[in-house]
T-cell receptor
Framework: GAVVSQHPSWVICKSGTSVKIECRSLDFQATTMFWYRQFPKQSLMLMATSNEGSKATYEQGVEKDKFLINHASLTLSTLTVTSAHPEDSSFYIC???????????FGDGTRLSIL | QKEVEQNSGPLSVPEGAIASLNCTYSDRGSQSFFWYRQYSGKSPELIMFIYSNGDKEDGRFTAQLNKASQYVSLLIRDSQPSDSATYLCAGGGSQGNLIFGKGTKLSVKP
């Protein structure tokens, strides 16, 4: 149980392209979904927290106009990296939770490479 | 600022030994604690969670929580080379988020 599906696994695209990443909880309803970014050999960095039907809460330093988050249902959240540039290349990982003090279950991550 | 502290390692143990991973946290309001394993290039995988003081065992893994000392640990018995990974400790935040430590890199030598 507690499976989170994240697509796509890999994206390679040209600078200026917008990229959408999907995160789905397959066998549970996720009250909250989280988006992280991780650069090589560095720690997980929380980008934003989203609750179904509400605007996402972004961490300090994360541009909300660049990283658009939509949490349309209790099982789906999307992250759109708008007008991506090489410095946005990273490993993006989503997670989903059923509530406060509950575990977060992670998707397999999306490796984004902007040329 | 709420923090979770871990020794970054690397912690090196021989195959078959007990690996002991430790973590301290600053937020006394945290009620739940989690251990995740992250292989290089992969996303974190939940290993164990613990809510109450004391020990919780699951197979070769034992999580220990001491709320008075604000201390969480993970013991891995009969360590295998496949256990080599970075282990992330996390505490539950009041907003439903998790406060992650930076992780301890474990290396199990055959």
């Amino acid at each position: 149980g507690a499976v989170v599906s994240q697509h796509p696994s890999w994206v390679i695209c040209k600078s200026g392209t917008s990229v959408k990443i999907e995160c789905r909880s397959l066998d549970f309803q996720a009250t909250t979904m989280f988006w992280y970014r991780q650069f090589p050999k560095q720690s997980l960095m929380l980008m934003a927290t989203s609750n179904e039907g509400s605007k996402a809460t972004y961490e300090q330093g994360v541009e909300k106009d660049k990283f658009l988050i939509n949490h349309a249902s209790l099982t789906l959240s999307t992250l759109t990296v708008t007008s991506a540039h090489p410095e946005d290349s990273s490993f993006y990982i989503c997670s989903a939770s059923q509530g406060v003090e509950e575990p977060q279950h992670f998707g397999d991550g999306t490796r984004l490479s902007i040329l | 600022q709420k923090e979770v502290e871990q020794n970054s390692g690397p912690l090196s143990v021989p195959e078959g030994a007990i690996a002991s991973l430790n973590c301290t946290y600053s937020d006394r309001g945290s009620q739940s604690f989690f251990w995740y394993r992250q292989y290089s290039g992969k996303s974190p995988e939940l290993i164990m969670f613990i809510y109450s003081n004391g020990d919780k065992e699951d197979g070769r893994f034992t999580a220990q929580l001491n709320k008075a000392s604000q201390y969480v640990s993970l013991l891995i018995r009969d360590s295998q080379p496949s256990d080599s990974a970075t282990y992330l400790c996390a505490g539950g935040g009041s907003q439903g988020n998790l406060i992650f430590g930076k992780g301890t890199k474990l290396s199990v030598k055959p």
